[in-house]
């Protein structure tokens, strides 16, 4: 967790800001999207939606199924096949075009500098040198910049993101056309401007945003181009393609197709099943050897050979034929290993604590400012890491000599430098012969090119420059992290826990004399502690890594180090994304909830305090309950007005039955009596006006005015569904909340598309004339619905009434009042819900629970609030 225990209110144990807490409830703090000051909090947003996992089974989806036979079916399941194989070759040629232009770049702009340096050095005119690396630096900068104001989701890795997608939460504008163009185009500028960030994690995105468009065969940004296909209009195939897509891009990016299948998996995906994890990894495999394919062949000639299989390569990892005491790894080493994971923990902590500061005084002071302030932003990151990565390379470098068996320790790592031509990663400068410079080799490198002198140079690196290098990459990282440019943490966190593994080999060798260690493995565990400290990904990072490796000894190492780190940084904080997640106020749903929420029952988190429809409504009443209510689903139910004292009378048995049924029976209106009879009721601002007893409270003094216009906004609790019954101020608790019997769920995009395509009957008609949709009549504006406010109101009847029972879902999830958290949490999840009806033993809806319901925060107000009701 983000804050401190006890009495600590602060990201890290050491790092303390405290405040007085206001008193609002926690309702009004998420509508108001304020921090919860008691530990600087930011609650989840109520205006996230979750994507519709769920089938809606109407009668238009059982038409469809009427007509499926096998044959349709394999030819449906084909199809997915094709579109999951051309969604992974294109992500392997998104991460070709990437990695292409990203080396061409560099490799202009370092063969320019080199050259420059090399002379200047002789005539001492360096200030020249570093201004051409500046020119080259602010303008692909500034590019990045400029395509993320264009487009500013595009900002960041896109990790934390499509997590949120994988989860279930609908985040706006995420997998877009226009998103995937600004997101390639801008971390290709932001990489070749020296920028401390990496092309791999952007990939992810790039391929999520690959899997949502491509199955749909139209965009919004290129609305002339449309096609006539069918297939996959629903939340549920786009999301499996999301899935596929973001797998992919892992993939590509490490050649880890394994690796990237259980990110998918681990980072968010909800529901999962063995089809599912086929189509992903056969997804990943097309990724992988498309780019491996094309890249051997571009950048070696020899087509089909298979030598690079992802855009970041370790090398292979090998002792030298000449020193036979050398072992990549052994026993002994474990301990040493399992120190380095505390070690990266911590580090991984300070990284993350330091990270999440400065986004939220971004979000204080450069977000609220014109757009410009944020080009500024990023303009004075690329000058001062510009002038610290010459200035370093120059000045504080030491002269090293270089191995005897040639500049390079190992063949992969010959062909990774053959491949460079003026992008030697040797850097000489200022250095005699058969000597060279250790920080310009690490500074004045593509960061690729630094991690494989890291972990294959047989030559050694200075502690001073090591640990140096460190410093200055660890802060420069930190404060890149969430500028306006495309980026990503992979490569950065590598490099930067690298020089930290090489540091440990360094002093281990020379201060305490073990000759027997080998200094690449202590970088890659150093990689892997620094990067599982700051990311906090277990399963995935660890066959990640070992695919990168290709390596399966480095596996029990690796999965260590990388348990350890995560350990040792979640007692302080949350992982990087998390954190990034929890700044945009998402509300994301963990693995699993704490065993003490299991106190509570669907009862305690429910809203009680419905908007509903009738099986048969006027339009007038749905044009009002769509404009008046931002819900994405409402209850279709018939109100129960049967008269039991009748039956009561004469029958004790009957009677006593019919008392049971009251007592054990949870009523809406029994419920919010209860609610209303506690001073800290939830939510109270909205339930003070239909309480029975109208109790005092204290109102805020400040942003009243805000507060009262965002919760009037939201919506009417009791909609008026037949004009001639009006709610009443004299009504009692149980007329407002009179018991209603549940039918099924219909969406809020459905109801739209029957008022749009004028799907009503007239008083004097049977709801069988009603004209019928059919299920890609109703699919057809997906994923962009209608809005109610776009509607013309003219050119409908107010009088006309819809049956809205042919398209609810009749049987959706549905949970009992008395179902604990732990289970209500893990049927919401599992199943990718968006909507959970509470309905009562008598088959009455007594509230609703959607995913705000569910979030950490909300669970733990109501934990709270249980525990002052006791």
């Keep these: 967790m983000a804050g401190c225990r006890g009495a600590l209110c602060c990201c890290c144990r050491w790092c303390c800001c405290c405040g007085e807490r206001e008193t609002r409830t926690p309702e009004e703090l998420t509508i108001l999207g304020e921090t919860q000051e008691e530990d600087d909090e930011i609650l989840p947003r109520k205006d996230y939606e979750s994507l519709d996992y769920d089938r809606c089974i109407n009668d238009p989806y059982l038409e469809v199924l009427e007509t499926m036979d096998n044959k349709k079916g394999r030819k449906y399941e084909a199809v997915k096949w094709m579109m999951v194989f051309a969604i992974g070759v294109c992500t392997g040629l998104v991460g070709l075009f990437v990695d292409f232009f990203v080396r061409l770049f560099t490799q202009l702009k370092f063969g320019v500098v080199q050259t420059s340096v090399e002379e200047c050095s002789q005539k001492g005119c360096l200030a020249l040198s570093l201004l051409e690396l500046l020119g080259f630096n602010l303008t692909f900068v500034f590019l990045a910049s400029l395509l993320v104001l264009i487009e500013p989701v595009a900002a960041g890795s896109g990790i934390p993101e499509i997590k949120c997608y994988l989860n279930g939460v609908k985040v706006p504008g995420i997998v877009r056309l226009r998103t995937l163009l600004c997101k390639v185009f801008g971390v290709l500028f932001s990489v070749a401007g020296g920028l401390f960030v990496g092309k791999e994690g952007p990939m992810i995105h790039s391929g999520a945003v690959v899997g949502a468009g491509l199955p749909q065969f139209q965009s919004i940004s290129l609305r002339k181009i449309q096609f006539n296909f069918p297939y996959f209009r629903s939340d549920r195939d786009k999301r499996d393609f999301v899935s596929a897509g973001a797998a992919a891009g892992v993939a590509a990016a490490f050649g880890a197709p394994i690796g990237g299948t259980l990110f998918s998996l681990e980072e968010g995906s909800s529901f999962w099943n063995q089809g599912l994890t086929w189509k992903v990894l056969f997804c990943s495999m097309s990724a992988t050897f498309t780019l491996n394919f094309f890249r051997s062949g571009i950048q070696f000639g020899s087509w089909g050979s298979f030598q690079l299989p992802g855009l970041l390569n370790f090398g292979e990892f090998k002792c030298s034929d000449s020193d036979k005491k050398c072992h990549l790894w052994t026993a002994m080493d474990l301990g040493f290993f399992v120190v380095m994971g505390v070690i990266g923990g911590l580090l991984g902590a300070t990284f993350n604590c330091l990270n999440k500061r400065l986004a939220k005084y971004r979000m204080r002071n450069v977000h609220p400012k014109p757009k410009l302030v ?46 460079e031509n003026v992008n030697s990663s040797i850097k000489t400068f200022f250095c005699p012969n058969e000597t060279y410079n250790d920080m310009a080799t690490l500074f004045f490198n593509p960061q690729e090119s630094a991690i494989l002198q890291l972990f294959h140079q047989d030559g050694t690196f200075s502690p001073v420059t090591l640990a140096l290098f460190f410093v200055l990459y660890f802060l420069l990282a930190c404060w890149t992290y969430g500028i306006s440019v495309p980026s990503g943490l992979f490569v950065p966190s590598l490099l930067c826990g ?40 277990t399963i995935s990072l660890t066959v990640i890594l070992i695919e990168s490796t290709n390596e399966i000894t480095y596996g029990l190492p690796i999965m260590i180090t990388l348990m350890v780190a995560k350990w040792t940084g979640d007692f302080f904080n949350k992982g990087i994304y998390d954190i990034h997640v929890g700044l945009r106020g998402v509300p994301l749903l963990e693995w699993e909830t704490e065993a003490e929420m299991d106190k509570l029952r669907a009862s305690d988190i429910m809203e009680p305090n419905l908007t509903y429809v009738y099986p048969h409504t006027r339009i007038q009443s749905l044009v009002s309950i769509l404009r008046t209510t931002v819900h994405h689903a409402f209850p279709v139910v018939t109100e129960n007005r049967g008269n039991e004292k009748e039956f009561m009378k004469g029958n004790q048995l009957i009677s006593n039955n019919i008392r049971f ?46 507060l009262q216009q965002m919760l009037e906004r939201r919506y009417t609790p009791y909609p008026n569904l037949y004009p001639d019954q009006s709610p009443s101020e004299d009504w009692t608790m149980e007329e407002r909340f009179r018991p209603l019997t549940f039918h099924g769920l219909i969406l809020r995009s459905q109801l739209v598309t029957l008022l749009v395509r004028g799907v009503c009957y007239s008083e004097n008609q049977s709801s069988a004339s009603q004209p019928r949709l059919s299920y890609a009549e109703m699919a057809e504006d997906y994923p962009r619905y209608p809005d109610i406010h776009d509607l013309d109101l003219t050119l409908l009847n107010p009088r006309m009434i819809v049956d809205v029972t042919p398209y609810m879902n009749p049987s959706p999830f549905t949970v009992s009042p008395n179902t604990h958290v732990s289970q209500v949490f893990n049927l919401f999840r599992t199943m990718g819900l968006r909507h959970l009806p509470v309905v009562n033993a008598v088959g009455e809806i007594v509230g609703i629970i959607t995913r705000h319901n569910l979030t950490y925060e909300f669970l733990q107000a109501r934990l709270r609030q249980h525990y002052q009701t006791i």
């Design 498 to 537: 690298a020089a930290f593994g090489r540091l440990v080999a360094n002093v281990l060798k020379s201060y305490i004399g073990l000759g027997h260690i080998y200094s690449g493995t202590f970088a890659l565990i150093g990689a892997a502690a620094f990067l599982g400290g700051v990311v906090r990904m």
């Design 661 to 706: 049924k009251k007592s054990s029976i949870l009523t809406r209106a029994g419920e919010q009596r209860r609610r209303s009879q506690s001073m800290k009721s939830y939510p109270s601002s909205e339930l003070r006006n239909v309480c029975d007893e109208h109790l005092a409270s204290e109102e805020p003094a400040e942003k009243e005015d805000l």
């Design 374 to 419: 944020r080009v500024l932003e990023s303009l004075l990151v690329s000058v001062v890491t510009t002038v610290v990565v010459f200035t370093a390379s120059m000045v504080l470098g030491e002269c090293r000599q270089m191995s005897a068996s040639g500049q390079i320790g190992n063949d992969s790592f010959q062909l990774q430098v053959s491949s």
